[in-house]
């Protein structure tokens, strides 16, 4: 459960991707993008995992990264 404030609520959130057994921190995700936080550095057309987790609920997403990543990528990476 999120945290309970004197003057409301907020909500737990957390979004990775995992790839290959590792986890990384995703910024933000939008239609068909994503910003990672953390560095990651993959092939294109990496399969991963998107998991947006928001208090006790869970969604997965199987994506595939179309144009890879690399440890030095910054704005929005494209997803299929």
Same mark, same amino acid.
């Given at each position: 459960?999120?945290?309970q404030w004197t003057d409301g ?17 995703? #910024? ?6 994503? &910003?990672?936080?953390?560095? $990651? =550095? ?6 991963? +995992? ?7 609920? #869970? ?6 990264? &179309?144009?890879?990543?690399? $440890? =030095? ?6 997803? +299929?």
């Amino acid at each position: 459960m999120g945290i309970q404030w004197t003057d409301g609520y907020s909500a737990l959130v957390e979004i990775f991707l995992e790839v290959n057994g590792q986890k990384f921190n995703v #910024e933000r995700v939008g239609k068909d993008s994503i &910003t990672m936080r953390d560095p $990651c =550095d993959c092939q294109p057309n990496t399969r991963a +995992t998107l998991v947006i987790r928001v208090d006790d609920w #869970e969604k997965r997403s199987e994506i595939c990264l &179309t144009n890879g990543l690399g $440890c =030095d990528t910054h704005g929005p990476v494209p997803f +299929t």
